[in-house]
Nanobody, 115 residues
Framework: QVHLSESGGGLVQPGGSLRLSCAAS????????MAWYRQAPGKPRDMVAT???????NYADSVKGRFTISRDNAKNTVYLQMNSLKPEDTAVYYC?????????WGQGIQVTVSS
């Protein structure tokens, strides 16, 4: 029933910033704890950041201090502010529940960090 749609990606130089958005449609009673995931070429999909329904956050060590996850419950939307981007951040980024079995995967959004 719930569909996830990621947006805000693109090409950015190392050291630059992007803000990703994840809009969840079709939820009758809001959304649960949510997470951002990413999948780099040739690698499995990994969790990047999480935010509980109460707003508590956690981050993978690789992005800690650079990325910030947030949510707007009124809009059923989750955000990922990405600063000080590095080439190794290049991946397709996805959102889903903290348990990724919660919803079908969306299409994801490409983030490319390159000079």
């Amino acid at each position: 029933q719930v569909h996830l749609s990621e947006s805000g990606g693109g090409l950015v130089q190392p050291g630059g910033s992007l803000r990703l958005s994840c809009a969840a449609s079709g939820s009758a009673y809001g959304i649960p704890g949510m997470a951002w995931y990413r999948q780099a070429p040739g690698k499995p999909r990994d969790m990047v950041a999480t935010i509980t329904s109460g707003g508590f956050t956690n981050y993978a060590d690789s992005v800690k201090g650079r990325f910030t996850i947030s949510r707007d419950n009124a809009k059923n939307t989750v955000y990922l502010q990405m600063n000080s981007l590095k080439p190794e951040d290049t991946a397709v980024y996805y959102c889903n529940g903290m348990d990724p079995r919660r919803y079908p995967w969306g299409q994801g959004i490409q983030v490319t960090v390159s000079s």
